[in-house]
Nanobody, 114 residues
Framework: QAQLMEYGGGLVQTGGSLNLSCVVS????????WAWFRQAPGKERERVAR???????AYLEAVKGRFSISRDNAKNSVYLQMNSLKPEDSGTYYC????????WGRGTQVTVSP
């Protein structure tokens, strides 16, 4: 059973940056595509970035050019570099396989102040 642990969130001002990390245990990272998702209060969870086993990436239109997803199979970790943050980027960020399945981690909270 894979366990997912996200961290790196916090409170930043508009225009700031954060680098999120997801440490995966219980399953080898290299076997799957992975993604970052986010969920704002009262909204459905949405996928913001995905990286395949061959490092092809895809992004939600709203974050293109600002977010960058990467993976380190040796460290069993997935990362999300977020730049030029906006208040609408606020929410809880999660990682999971792409497509998502299994248990979700607790996520990490990102709050962007105006």
């Amino acid at each position: 059973q894979a366990q997912l642990m996200e961290y790196g969130g916090g409170l930043v001002q508009t225009g700031g940056s954060l680098n999120l990390s997801c440490v995966v245990s219980g399953t080898p990272l290299y076997f799957n595509a992975w993604a970052w998702f986010r969920q704002a209060p009262g909204k459905e969870r949405e996928r913001v970035a995905r990286i395949t086993t061959t490092n092809n990436t895809a992004y939600l239109e709203a974050v293109k050019g600002r977010f960058s997803i990467s993976r380190d199979n040796a460290k069993n970790s997935v990362y999300l570099q977020m730049n030029s943050l906006k208040p609408e980027d606020s929410g809880t960020y999660y990682c999971n396989r792409a497509p998502a399945y299994g248990h979700w981690g607790r996520g990490t909270q990102v709050t962007v102040s105006p």
